[in-house]
C-alpha cells in the first residue's frame, strides 16, 4: 500500500505515523482503550492560513471547520483503505473525543502528542503542536492502525525526514511565555489548558455547571446525548478567542519568529542569544 500515494491524491503534505512504543505510556492506554488493535497512529494535518486569523470570528470558524471537515474525510477515506487492505482501523472522531482525567479535559487520543511523536512538531508552551513550517496552525487529523509501518519505505523516509526537521528545530517554542500572558482568561497552566475557563469554551458552560458537566462527561452521558447535535453546534458556534495561536512567537511558523521580533535574523545554534536578551532559560 502506497500512503504516500494517498496523501498526495488527497492534497495533504503534512503527515507521519507514530508507532505504539514511541508514545508515552500515557498515550498507548489512551490508543488502546480506544482501539484494541492498535498498533500505531498515522497522523496528518492542514495549516490554516495566516490571513484566516485576521477575518471575521464567523469567516474564521467557517475556514477552520471546513479544513477540520476534509481532514475527516480523509481519515473516513484512510480507515476504509487500510481495512480493504485487511489492516483492523479506526479514524479518530471529530467532535467530542473527550474524556476526562484528573479533573481535565483530555482527547480520547491526543493528536498532539501523537504528532510530536511522529516528527510533526513539537509542543509549545501554549499546549499547541509547533510544527517547523506553520508554527501552531495546524489541525489535524488522524487513524488508529492494527499494523505499525504502515507507511512504506518511501513513507518511513518522510517520516524520518519529519523527525530530523522536529530535531533540527528543538526550540522552536523558545519558552517566551507570550501565549500565556496573552491568554485573556489565564487559561494555560503548567500541565495544560483549563478548558473550561477558556473563551472558547466558557460562554457555553457557565462557572457553576463544570463540575456537574465534567461528571456527565465523566460517564460518557453528556458525550452520547450531544453526539447528534455536535456537528450542527460546531457549525453556530464561532470562534471566540484564538489569542494562544496568534501571540505565539512562531505563529507565521519557526523561520518568521525572529521578523516578528524585530531584532536580525539568529541562527538555531546561536538561538540561545534571544533567550538571554529576553531573560529567559
Ligand atoms: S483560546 Fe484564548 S482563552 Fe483559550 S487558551 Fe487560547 S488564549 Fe486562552
Ligand atoms: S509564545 Fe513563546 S512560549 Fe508560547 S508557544 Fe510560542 S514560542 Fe513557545
Known amino acids: 500500500m502506497d500512503l504516500h500515494a494517498f496523501f498526495r491524491d488527497e492534497g495533504i503534505e503534512i503527515y507521519g505515523e507514530a ?15 480506544f482501539f484494541p488493535p492498535g498498533e500505531s497512529v498515522i497522523v496528518f494535518g492542514e495549516a490554516v492560513p495566516v490571513d484566516t486569523h485576521s477575518l471575521s470570528a464567523r469567516k474564521k470558524t467557517d475556514i477552520m471547520l471546513g479544513i477540520a471537515e476534509r481532514l475527516y474525510e480523509t481519515a473516513i477515506r484512510l480507515e476504509g483503505l487500510l481495512e480493504s487492505e485487511g489492516i483492523p ?14 479533573g481535565r479535559v483530555r482527547g480520547v487520543v491526543r493528536l498532539k502528542q501523537v504528532a510530536a511523536a511522529a516528527g510533526l512538531g513539537i509542543p509549545g508552551k501554549n499546549t499547541l503542536l509547533l510544527n517547523a513550517e506553520h508554527g501552531p496552525r495546524l489541525l489535524l487529523s488522524g487513524v488508529v492502525a492494527g499494523e505499525s509501518n504502515s ?36 487559561a494555560i497552566v503548567p500541565d495544560g489548558v483549563e478548558v473550561f475557563s477558556c473563551r472558547m469554551i ?26 447528534p447535535i455536535a ?51
Open 89 to 102: 482501523a479506526q479514524h479518530v472522531p471529530l467532535y467530542l473525543q473527550i474524556r476526562i482525567e484528573d
Open 202 to 227: 466558557s460562554p457555553w458552560v457557565p462557572g457553576p455547571v463544570v463540575p456537574i458537566v465534567k461528571w456527565l462527561i465523566g460517564r460518557q452521558l453528556l458525550l452520547r446525548c450531544m453526539a
Open 19 to 33: 508507532a505504539l512504543p514511541a508514545l508515552s505510556e500515557r498515550d498507548r492506554e489512551y490508543v488502546l482503550e
Open 231 to 281: 456537528p450542527f453546534i460546531a457549525k453556530t458556534a464561532t470562534i471566540r478567542c484564538s489569542r494562544c495561536v496568534t501571540e505565539c512567537l512562531v505563529f507565521g511558523g519557526s523561520e518568521k519568529k525572529i521578523d516578528s521580533m524585530g531584532i536580525f535574523s539568529i541562527k538555531k545554534e546561536n538561538r540561545w542569544i534571544i533567550r538571554a536578551l529576553l531573560g529567559i532559560r
Open 151 to 186: 507507511i512504506n519505505t518511501n513513507s518511513v523516509q518522510k517520516q524520518e525526514n519529519a523527525e530530523d526537521q522536529g530535531n533540527q528545530n528543538p526550540d522552536i517554542c523558545i519558552g517566551c511565555g507570550k501565549c500565556i500572558n496573552a491568554c485573556p482568561a489565564g
